[in-house]
């Protein structure tokens, strides 16, 4: 099936929730461990779109397998920072689709945001891997900052500034 990127829709909202929950249920890359509850997801799209904060889909034929979203901060001062948070179902991961998502959305964070950051898990070597490359760097590391499933993980911070 045809790889689709867009910018998401406010009825993408009942496939991006299940793409969402479905992640977030691996417990190993997102803070998340299931998705919030559908009208959660409606807001949140309902938003993004409204605000102009850029959130994009990847959908294999109908069928979405992926997201990327930059939110603005909330707080005074850092109005040009915008947060980063993507994922891919595990059957649509390590084929390039990952970078396609990053740059769409990237470009279209170029101009709002002069500085786009996020949190990774230090074990999560692909999504770091995939950050550096698209120009991401490490700013610092929160040691054992998340416990979950019995056992300490480092989170990792990173930036991106465009010039
Ligand atoms: C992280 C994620 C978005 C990357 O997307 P992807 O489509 O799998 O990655 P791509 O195929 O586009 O690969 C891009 C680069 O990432 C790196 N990469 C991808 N998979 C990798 C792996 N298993 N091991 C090491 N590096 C990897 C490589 O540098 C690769 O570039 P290359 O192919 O030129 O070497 C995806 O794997 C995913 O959704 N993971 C689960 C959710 C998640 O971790 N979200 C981010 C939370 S911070």
Redesign the pocket.
Known sequence: MPITIRPIALNDAEAFHAALDS?ARERR??RLTEAPAIERTYDFIASNIATGNPQFVALDGNMLV?WCDICQSGEAGSEHCGSL????LAS?????????LLAATLDAARGRFHRVE????AS????I??YE?AGFVHEGRRRAALHRDGRHEDIVMMGLLFS
């Open positions: 992640v890359f997102l992926g948070g993507m994922g891919l649509h991961r390590g084929r390039g689709l990952g970078a396609n996020l949190d990774v898990y999560n070597i692909a999504a891997a995939l490359k």
